[in-house]
């Protein structure tokens, strides 16, 4: 029993020694000008953080590409260690070797972080390696001069036509999952859609809340302003297995995209910017939205939508012709005097026909008042 207390006395002076010692370098230390911040990586939840949280980000970010186990850190609470902890997490999609558990104890005024890791220093830079180029060979031939809607639109088109969804995949839940594997839930592939947009000065945000299960999506800021986009979602698929792009959640506001989608609270996201205009939203930018037009924007008629649609789905291959409607009143007059009819059908086949498609089926949504047509 003597040996046994000796023995815990003995390890508390050690820690107690070792912490004294990490803070004195703490206190001197900043992160190494060495280190640099891997591309595709945000810094938007650093900027919601308290100076004090902000400091511990700033000593923790280099720990995890060096694989360092121990941190010291000032004195942090548990809230505000958790706080940093989400922020760093949602700002590094290229993270996936660190566990997701953690333990920390507060000693002598400091707070000492443990992590443990999946890789080592060496396998960690030949990942990001491998990460690199893998996002040079998935979109390196979008241009990047393009307008950041563009860019946006094109990856999104791009992860929804070659990126399977795949409760199954090795790495589902993973970046690697959907750039290397190009199978992954939506995690990884929101993951996907941050990194690549970040990599490209668009500032892209992880979400992570629920549908009718578990589920993550990004927000996309695009001349200064946030909007809402579920990359995973934009894979439509049909009963038959045919596959499509759908754009009812590219860039949307917050009053559609909250019907289906809501966010966890701050316990596991960082706080989360207002997503309310619809400036750059899929269906405004490219034509496709009908409208009865106000003082900013012009009226656009169903037939002008359709045709818009159908230049869309030329240039990018689609496989559908999809429009919107501005607000539920009017979606609810055009569905019954020319959508029901069948007037707009006939109209939607003229145009798929001249491009050597046919029209499958059509689909309405409610929630986001998106008409669909489906082509082969």
Same mark, same amino acid.
């Given at each position: 029993?003597?040996?046994?207390?000796?023995?815990?006395?003995?390890?508390?002076?050690?820690?107690?020694?070792?912490?004294?010692?990490?803070?004195?370098?703490?206190?001197?230390?900043?992160?190494?000008?060495?280190?640099?911040?891997?591309?595709?990586?945000?810094?938007?939840?650093?900027?919601?953080?308290?100076?004090?949280?902000?400091?511990?980000?700033?000593?923790?970010?280099?720990?995890?590409?060096?694989?360092?186990?121990?941190?010291?850190?000032?004195?942090?609470?548990?809230?505000?260690?958790?706080?940093?902890?989400?922020?760093?997490?949602?700002?590094?999609?290229?993270?996936?070797?660190?566990?997701?558990?953690?333990?920390?104890?507060?000693?002598?005024?400091?707070?000492?972080?443990?992590?443990?890791?999946?890789?080592?220093?060496?396998?960690?830079?030949?990942?990001?390696?491998?990460?690199?180029?893998?996002?040079?060979?998935?979109?390196?031939?979008?241009?990047?001069?393009?307008?950041?809607?563009?860019?946006?639109?094109?990856?999104?088109?791009?992860?929804?036509?070659?990126?399977?969804?795949?409760?199954?995949?090795?790495?589902?839940?993973?970046?690697?999952?959907?750039?290397?594997?190009?199978?992954?839930?939506?995690?990884?592939?929101?993951?996907?859609?941050?990194?690549?947009?970040?990599?490209?000065?668009?500032?892209?945000?992880?979400?992570?809340?629920?549908?009718?299960?578990?589920?993550?999506?990004?927000?996309?800021?695009?001349?200064?302003?946030?909007?809402?986009?579920?990359? *995973?979602?934009?894979?439509?698929?049909?009963?038959?297995?045919?596959?499509?792009?759908?754009?009812?959640?590219?860039?949307?506001?917050?009053?559609?995209?909250?019907? *289906?989608?809501?966010?966890?609270?701050?316990?596991?996201?960082?706080?989360?910017?207002?997503?309310?205009?619809?400036?750059?939203?899929?269906?405004?930018?490219?034509?496709?939205?009908?409208?009865?037009?106000?003082?900013?924007?012009?009226?656009?008629?169903?037939?002008?939508?359709?045709?818009?649609?159908?230049?869309?789905?030329?240039?990018?291959?689609?496989?559908?012709?999809?429009?919107?409607?501005?607000?539920?009143?009017?979606?609810?007059?055009?569905?019954?005097?020319?959508?029901?009819?069948?007037?707009?059908?006939?109209?939607?086949?003229?145009?798929?026909?001249?491009?050597?498609?046919?029209?499958?089926?059509?689909?309405?949504?409610?929630? *986001?008042? *998106?008409?669909?047509?489906?082509?082969?």
């Amino acid at each position: 029993m003597k040996q046994r207390r000796f023995l815990c006395i003995l390890c508390c002076f050690w820690l107690l020694a070792a912490l004294l010692a990490g803070c004195t370098l703490a206190e001197k230390e900043k992160p190494s000008d060495s280190f640099r911040l891997p591309a595709g990586c945000s810094e938007y939840g650093r900027r919601q953080l308290s100076d004090s949280e902000a400091q511990a980000y700033d000593q923790i970010l280099p720990a995890l590409f060096e694989g360092k186990t121990t941190v010291f850190l000032p004195q942090l609470g548990e809230e505000n260690l958790r706080r940093v902890m989400v922020a760093l997490f949602a700002d590094l999609p290229v993270v996936s070797w660190v566990e997701n558990e953690y333990s920390f104890a507060s000693l002598a005024g400091r707070t000492v972080l443990w992590l443990s890791y999946e890789l080592d220093q060496e396998e960690i830079a030949e990942h990001l390696i491998e990460l690199d180029q893998a996002a040079e060979d998935f979109a390196g031939d979008i241009d990047p001069s393009l307008p950041a809607f563009d860019q946006a639109h094109l990856i999104y088109d791009r992860l929804a036509e070659e990126v399977a969804y795949d409760l199954d995949a090795p790495r589902t839940n993973e970046l690697a999952g959907a750039l290397l594997d190009r199978r992954a839930t939506c995690k990884g592939i929101a993951q996907a859609y941050q990194y690549l947009l970040e990599r490209r000065g668009i500032e892209a945000l992880m979400v992570y809340g629920e549908t009718s299960q578990p589920h993550a999506w990004n927000i996309v800021r695009l001349e200064g302003v946030y909007y809402l986009a579920d990359p *995973t979602w934009g894979n439509g698929q049909v009963a038959d297995g045919l596959r499509y792009v759908n754009h009812e959640y590219l860039l949307q506001d917050e009053e559609r995209f909250s019907a *289906t989608h809501t966010p966890f609270d701050e316990g596991e996201n960082y706080p989360l910017p207002e997503c309310f205009s619809r400036a750059q939203n899929y269906f405004v930018r490219t034509g496709t939205l009908v409208s009865e037009g106000d003082g900013e924007q012009a009226a656009c008629t169903l037939e002008e939508a359709l045709t818009s649609a159908a230049r869309q789905n030329a240039a990018h291959g689609g496989k559908t012709l999809q429009i919107a409607f501005a607000d539920p009143t009017l979606a609810s007059h055009l569905m019954e005097t020319r959508i029901q009819t069948g007037d707009a059908d006939q109209l939607a086949r003229d145009l798929a026909e001249r491009q050597g498609y046919r029209v499958l089926g059509r689909t309405y949504s409610e929630t *986001t008042q *998106t008409l669909s047509y489906l082509l082969e």
